[in-house]
């Protein structure tokens, strides 16, 4: 055994210091930014900078736990450490067996009660964070979204405005003065299984379940594009069930609403009318809707305002010709498993296809 140990390459100190490493590596990872642009990028998983009140109030306990575990991590591997080195087998040991102790009703006492203690404060503290967001009363002018989630897919309802997207949730953005405060209060149901939302910079996990409706609110405080996902698993495309939160200045907010109540411009170059033909001559519309025309499914995104977006296939590829073409073509290339199917669409029927979704804007 002693052989094993000496072999080795670490000593006693350098595992602490590995362990260190890899926690600056991590703390470096997470708070990694975006590049500056209009709307900056706020990237997922940065839970340590809260821009909205829900997320502010969980990483505030979320920090209170962390220091009180780490602590305990502390304080039980320094213990650990000091008693390896100062017990462990000297030259000088004869091999015969130290005192043997049974039991002691002080030690056992103080590692029951102080564990259970600690136990009780951090549910204390959880327990009033989770009431805190879930009774927050939402203002007269909250933004009212509905998320509904699907395999694998967000579908986005603003039933007070009429609109309906996917995958991307445009809402103004908030303050840190409740007085102008404009939240959004997002009600989340599903389609199919249970999914989770979570936009971590905004709020923390709120679960989307078959015939049931949840809720839950953000106050973003600064404009931006949010990353979350689904934190749910869900069946084979849940790690690319992605959403983006897109937070825009009031005015901004009023100019996106504009764009997508403002109507489609019908086809008009040969090409496009022939592939609006072929769209609705396929069963494209069996799964989707473009508003005021036939194309009334539901079991896909809605394609009315396709090119607003940034992204296709719920932010597994940008939105771009090259990506589009592909996944008209065969989305199963992009998105594997995903619910739509590979059409057998020609080359050409597909550059017309292409061609007709571009006006849809
Ligand atoms: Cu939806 Cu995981």
Redesign the pocket.
């Known amino acids: 055994m002693a052989n094993v140990v000496r072999k080795s390459g670490l000593g006693a100190a350098g595992y602490p210091a590995v362990f260190a490493g890899f926690l600056f590596a991590l703390a470096g990872g997470l708070y990694g930014q975006g590049a500056g642009s209009e709307y900056p990028m706020k990237r997922v998983a940065d839970m340590f900078q809260p821009l909205s009140r829900p997320a502010e109030m969980i990483h505030g306990s979320a920090v209170m736990v962390l220091w009180v575990t780490g602590g305990i991590f502390v304080v039980v591997t320094a213990l650990l450490v000091y008693i390896l080195l100062k017990f462990r087998k000297k030259e000088t040991d004869d091999g015969s067996e130290p005192p043997q102790i049974y039991g002691s009703s002080h030690i056992e006492l103080a590692w029951t009660v102080i564990p259970i203690l600690i136990t009780v404060v951090l549910i204390l503290v959880t327990s009033r964070t989770i009431g805190e967001i879930q009774n927050a009363k939402m203002p007269e002018n909250a933004l009212k979204v509905r998320l509904v ?1 699907h ?2 897919w967000w579908e986005v309802h603003y039933p007070e405005l009429g609109i309906i997207t996917a995958n991307e949730v445009h809402v103004p953005v908030s303050d840190r003065d409740p007085a102008k405060a404009r939240p959004t209060h997002f009600e989340l149901q599903s389609a199919d ?1 249970i ?2 939302f979570w936009v971590p910079q905004l709020a923390g996990k709120t679960d989307l379940v078959p015939n049931r409706t949840n809720e839950t609110w953000i106050d973003p405080y600064e404009p931006g594009v949010y990353f979350g996902n ?6 084979t495309q ?1 790690a690319n ?1 992605l959403l983006r939160v897109i937070v825009h200045t009031p005015e901004g907010f009023e100019e996106w609403v504009r764009q997508m109540k403002a109507p489609v411009a019908p086809p008009a170059t040969p090409d496009e009318i022939a592939g609006h033909r072929l769209f609705y001559d396929t069963s494209c519309v069996n799964c989707h809707k473009v508003d005021g025309t036939v194309a009334e499914g539901v079991f896909g995104p809605d394609l009315t305002k396709l090119m607003t977006r940034q992204t296709i296939g719920a932010g597994v590829a940008p939105l771009d010709d090259k990506n589009l073409w592909q996944w008209v073509k065969d989305p199963q290339v992009l998105k594997v498993g995903c619910l739509m199917p590979d059409m057998q669409l020609t080359d050409k029927e597909t550059d017309l296809i292409v061609a007709y979704l571009k006006t849809l804007e």
């Not at 689904?230 to 069946?235: F, I, L, P, S, T």
Request: some cysteine; glycine content about 14%; charged content about 5%.
């Open positions: 989630g395999q694998w299984v999914h989770s689904c934190a749910e698993y869900c069946g849940h069930m």
